[in-house]
């Protein structure tokens, strides 16, 4: 103990003598923070991952609005081929299909057959019989005159 206090003047004689009390301490402080925060991310890497977060969304949202439309399409060719079918068992014309009404198939033919009762068709299909047993009209009759290789019937 034989030396003797010396008052410290300056500020530069004062760093001089805390410098190793301060790197010891920013070292014992940055350890415990590394320690504490382990496998957390940074805030650039946080800002990042935000990012890609917002753009897979927003390329969800696409997918499920494609989804969405595409469905409601394919809904709407369903009921629209069945409409067609429907209308075909019935007899009606293809331009009266989609004035068919109903949620379901049933109630659908329902209704192609309450409006095939108020619809007549326009011209009678008469029955062909096989050769020569069956009169041609006047138009048939100058058709195969004119075209003798067809056959009749």
């Known amino acids: 103990m034989s030396e003797e206090f ?4 300056t500020q530069e004689a004062f760093d ?8 010891r301490n920013t070292r014992t402080v940055t350890e415990e ?10 805030p650039d ?26 469905t409601a399409k394919n809904s709407a060719y369903e ?11 019935f007899g009606l ?18 209704d192609a057959e309450s409006l095939a009762s108020y619809i007549k068709p326009s ?8 050769e020569g047993g069956d009169q041609l009209s006047g138009v048939e009759a100058a058709f195969y005159k004119k075209n003798p290789n067809l056959r009749k019937g």
């Not at 009921?79 to 068992?89: C, G, L, N, Q, R």
């Open 16 to 23: 001089a003598a805390i410098k190793s009390r301060l790197e």
């Open 45 to 70: 890497e946080a800002k990042k991952a935000t990012d890609q977060i917002e753009a897979l969304t927003k390329e969800l949202e696409t997918g499920k609005a494609t989804i969405a439309d595409l």
């Open 79 to 89: 009921i629209s081929s069945v409409k067609m079918k429907i209308a075909h068992e």
């Open 6 to 9: 010396k008052a410290i003047e």
């Open 93 to 110: 014309p293809s331009e009266l299909a989609e004035r068919i009404n109903g949620k379901d198939e049933e109630e659908m033919r329902k």
């Open 123 to 130: 011209h009678q299909l008469r029955p062909r019989s096989t």
């Open 33 to 42: 923070v590394t320690k504490k925060y382990e496998g957390y991310i940074s």
